[in-house]
DNA sequence: GGCTTTCGATACATCGGTGTATCGGATACG
DNA sequence: CGTATCCGATACACCGATGTATCGAAAGCC
């Protein structure tokens, strides 16, 4: 049980750090649940009793790094997402966000542990339904910039359903991702899912379709 | 090591399926990974002897039990997509595919935990890929049949585009599914994923979109 | 129904991980 | 600088799980 720490000295943020790295690493090269204290310590460098003297449980520090890391990626998103003041240009905002979502496969594994982590623990699921949820609204709120110059399908409901289904299309490829590790691929058929998804399927009076066949 | 048995007697089968229900339950409740042997065996009514002399490793086990239960919900969807025959009525086959797909919140758990294992052993991970493939070519057979009556997004590509977006929505769901555990809400969002990515959007000449806003 | 084969239970040796208690050096602070 | 505090290393006791070897009993076979 780590005590309330008086002061927080710096020594202690940077074990705390060096481990939540290592942490990071392990759980992605042998996933969480498979990975013992001992052996994270090892790879951080430090003995068993820095962690005990940082984290209570291997869980704990899973959360924290979920937490460190998801703000990470929230942040990237967020700036993509404003980067073109007054929102135009939806599929350049696309790419951009593919981009980022799409960088680093380890950290699509250990994000996909925490699901799976979160699928069994309530206290769990909730912390990332409201990361999600804080994405989501990123989202919605850039399309709504955005409303007007792009015809949302109608079947999607308002800008916040549509905001859920560039989620879930996210969600989708990433497994995929997780199989064939091509982050190029995965990359392309994101955006080619967004674009089905956020335009009404490339049947706009001013880009009309070839037949398919 | 199980010797390859030159007979296969009544029991071992017997044994060994109460062996995979058994880890069905204990992996749904408790995650593969946080699973003893011992603890499945006593789950299943069995020592430890009964394992080892059916599975060489829990690995094993687990991949026999995903790969019977993944044969058993191909089986079922393919049966739904089958069922009528000329394959008119696409919105009715979307319906009952999505009924078999989010049936057991336990199985997308397990396997969720199925595909966080895949990620990190090719081995196992072809495996997943072979079966999701099977499960995308009765889609896109279907989705051949329909050819014509309903408009594919330009933007998806050919039927084999269609199919591959129809699995991802079905994995970005489940995703979403697998945190707040409302199944039907799951099952709605899904039928609404699947129309918006399979019909052009609820913009057919026949079927005019009102203004949403 | 005997005889053989197979299967699962039991016992054993072993190992790796856990958590705690304690200690010594580093670090902050005056 | 001196000292009080903090933090991480070390040592220890303690399971719990693993895999194997062995044995008795059930099931197949004639």
Redesign the interface.
Known sequence: MPDHPKRVTRRRVATRARLLDAAFQVFA??????VSIEELCEAAGFSRGAFYSNFATLDALFFALYQERAELIAAQVAEALAQDGTGLDVPAAVDRVTEVLLLDVDWL?VK??F??????DPQV?RA??DH?ARLREAIADRLFRA?GHT????????VD?AA??V??????????L???KDVEAARA?LK??L???L?????TPDRP??D??
Do not use: C, E, I, S
């Not at 699901?115 to 069994?120: M, N, Q, T």
């Not at 989620?167 to 995929?176: F, I, K, L, R, S």
């Open positions: 090269a042998k996933g969480f649940g498979h594994l996909t542990d699901l799976v982590h979160a699928a069994r699921a990332l339904l999600r409303r015809g949302l399908p109608a079947v999607l409901g308002d359903g859920h289904a989620v879930a299309a996210y969600d989708g490829v990433t497994v995929q997780l199989l064939d058929w080619q899912l674009t089905a998804l335009t009404d399927g490339g049947r379709a070839h398919p066949a």
